[in-house]
């Protein structure tokens, strides 16, 4: 069982990445699937959110990235993704992916957490 996560890079400000998460040994479309990130010297932070469990999408952003990040999924290959653009130096961060509930989202408590990637955002 194993969530990867991949995509990240340097940018520069303004740029553009897109994040990917893939699972192996569960079906990913039975989850809610998040992304997550730490920057140095803070706190965890939940950035955004997808959950199918209601017979439809529902997407939840950190306020720090609306507008400027989208979360997709594709349940068919067990994969989401994270598009980020105009990017901020204070996106700098290392971003997880996990998988769970969402109703525990915010708390960060998911039942699964791939490792993270790295995004740097600088000039």
């Known amino acids: 069982v194993q969530l990867q996560a991949s995509g990240g890079g340097s940018v520069q400000p303004g740029g553009t990445l897109r994040l990917s998460c893939t699972a192996s040994?569960?079906?990913?479309?039975?989850?809610?699937v998040a992304w997550f990130r730490r920057a140095p010297g803070k706190e965890r932070e939940a950035v955004s959110c997808i959950d199918d469990s209601d017979g439809y999408s529902q997407y939840f952003y950190a306020d720090s990235v609306k507008g400027r990040f989208t979360i997709s999924r594709d349940n068919g290959v067990d994969t989401a993704y994270l598009g980020m653009k105009f990017l901020k130096p204070e996106d700098t961060a290392t971003y997880y992916c996990a998988a769970g509930d969402r109703h525990t989202y915010y708390s960060g408590n998911m039942t699964y957490w791939g490792k993270g990637t790295q995004v740097t955002v600088s000039s």
């Open positions: 040994g569960f079906s990913l479309g039975d989850y809610a």
